[in-house]
């Protein structure tokens, strides 16, 4: 039984979504306000939160902000804005997933499950990985470099997990859009280019100079011990 917050403040998108999830097992609370929404994140403590882009108060993309600050709880935002640099901009920002209205509760309950799946972890399976001098633990989300805490963004972070949990291996912006951001491959990609910029950034290294992330021109990216042979 999951606990989710919804935040919608179109009484006639809330009422049917709380009434249907609520049949499939969860227990739903619900604000309609972004201020409320946030409020109730931080004092409920919910499983997963559902988020409306166009609130009265506030922009939802501001709450996610928000929220992402002080909490690292799954977030689906859920809006009729279907633009592709939103979505991007949103999944950048911290949400766990992306919804277009109209959807039905059907696909919310399945959507929410499967992050609810990829937050809850197993430590037996989603092991500390160490590569080299980098050491990164998915159950703390924390990485140091040499010893050093390295401080990264949600995203960053996934990104250089799912990297570390195929050392020496080439992935290509294909798999990284599909299993690190929940996007289709297409015009997004770009999107990888600058976050793996960030990455070799605070990782100390540069496209030209890099010590962990290689760039495989036309295909992706690997991430390798310094020195290891190739």
Do not use: C, N
Request: proline share 6%; net charge negative.
């Amino acid at each position: 039984m999951a606990r989710l917050l919804l935040i919608e403040d179109d009484l006639t998108i809330r009422t049917p979504l709380l009434r249907a999830l609520r049949e499939r097992g969860h227990v739903v609370a619900a604000a309609s306000t972004a201020l409320d929404g946030l409020r109730d994140a931080l004092d409920d403590r919910p499983d997963l939160v559902v988020l409306d882009l166009g609130l009265p108060d506030l922009d939802g993309g501001e709450l996610l902000r928000m929220l992402r600050a002080v909490s690292s709880v799954p977030v689906i935002v859920a809006t009729a804005r279907d633009d592709e640099a939103e979505i991007v901009r949103m999944l950048d920002a911290g949400a766990d997933d992306y919804l277009v209205k109209p959807f039905t509760a059907v696909q919310l309950d399945a959507r929410a499950r499967a992050v609810l799946r990829r937050s809850a972890g197993d430590p037996a399976t989603d092991p500390v990985l160490v590569v080299g001098g980098l050491r990164i633990d998915p159950q703390a989300r924390q990485v140091t470099l040499d010893g050093a805490p390295v401080e990264l963004t949600p995203r960053e972070f996934d990104l250089l997990h799912h990297l570390a949990g195929r050392p020496g291996q080439v992935v290509t912006k294909r798999e990284l859009l599909t299993e690190v951001w929940r996007i289709p491959y297409g015009g997004a990609d770009k999107t990888v280019d600058v976050h793996l910029s960030w990455l070799r950034r605070k990782l100390g290294e540069s496209a030209q100079d890099p010590r962990y992330l290689h760039t495989v021109r036309g295909v992706g990216v690997r991430l390798d011990a310094p020195g290891s042979a190739r």
